[in-house]
């Protein structure tokens, strides 16, 4: 691995964790406070990391967005493999820091949560136990909205500098409409991370089947069908 590529898939790492910490933590409270939270809470953190890491990797952040871009042709596949591991690395140490930062026997979190239930930042909702492949299909659904405003905004630049603004916009509406549902992932670094700490896998292989094929199905729609000029 070259150095560019190192320092691009760190900032990818980095990224993905604040995203997981940050969405995770905000869905801890979920119960509390309501579904607004998580959704201005991903949506704004993925405005900001746009900001903060788009000049370095792009700010994919989301193994989805990153293999919507390499199918739709816009990165190739050795930087998008790197960014991906990177992602799920990310994801995975924020979910770990998130349970020991607010461990689910502290008296405090429990004092706070004031009887609600406890849980890791899981993406699910009522549709996950019980049609678990129709969850994933809605997954697909707004995965493809998500990976769309990516490809029209920001890789061919037609938001200008408002790109992290249409992106973040784009995940807080899909998380309104479909947090209760399903979780409203749309991203399988943010599904696997706390998934995996809170040992709720059941789940796991049919949302990263929707999330991934509602990216790949956005990049091949707007990386040849609607391709627009750069």
């Known amino acids: 691995m070259d150095?560019?590529?190192?320092?691009?898939?760190?900032?990818?790492?980095?990224?993905a964790f604040v995203l997981v910490f940050v969405g995770a933590a905000a869905v801890l409270v979920v119960d509390k406070f309501g579904v607004l939270v998580p959704a201005l809470a991903h949506g704004l953190i993925v405005c900001a990391l746009i900001?903060?890491?788009g000049h370095i990797?792009?700010?994919?952040?989301?193994?989805?967005?990153?293999?919507?871009?390499t199918v739709g042709g816009k990165q190739d596949a050795t930087k998008s493999a790197y960014f991906i591991v990177a992602q799920f690395i990310g994801g995975i140490i924020a979910a770990l820091v998130l349970i020991a930062v607010f461990p689910q026997d502290n008296p405090g979190v429990a004092d706070f949560l004031g009887g609600s239930a406890?849980?890791?930042?899981?993406?699910?909702?009522?549709?996950?136990?019980?049609?678990?492949?129709?969850?994933?299909?809605?997954?697909a659904i707004l995965t493809f909205f998500l990976v769309s405003a990516v490809f029209q905004a920001a890789a061919y630049g037609k938001a200008g500098k408002l790109a992290g603004v249409a992106i973040g916009f784009t995940l807080a509406a899909s998380i309104l409409a479909g947090g209760p549902a399903t979780g409203a992932s749309l991203n399988p670094a943010r599904t696997l991370g706390p998934a995996l700490v809170a040992g709720e896998t059941a789940y796991l292989i049919p949302y990263l089947i929707g999330i991934f094929g509602g990216g790949i199905i956005a990049g091949l729609v707007h990386g040849n069908v609607l391709k627009s000029e750069e």
Not at 6 to 14: C, D, G, K, N, V
């Open 3 to 15: 150095n560019e590529l190192m320092r691009e898939s760190l900032a990818e790492l980095i990224g």
């Open 51 to 53: 900001y903060t890491y």
């Open 118 to 139: 406890y849980n890791f930042g899981q993406t699910k909702g009522f549709l996950t136990d019980d049609s678990v492949w129709t969850a994933a299909v809605y997954e």
């Open 57 to 69: 990797s792009g700010a994919q952040v989301n193994p989805a967005v990153t293999l919507g871009l």
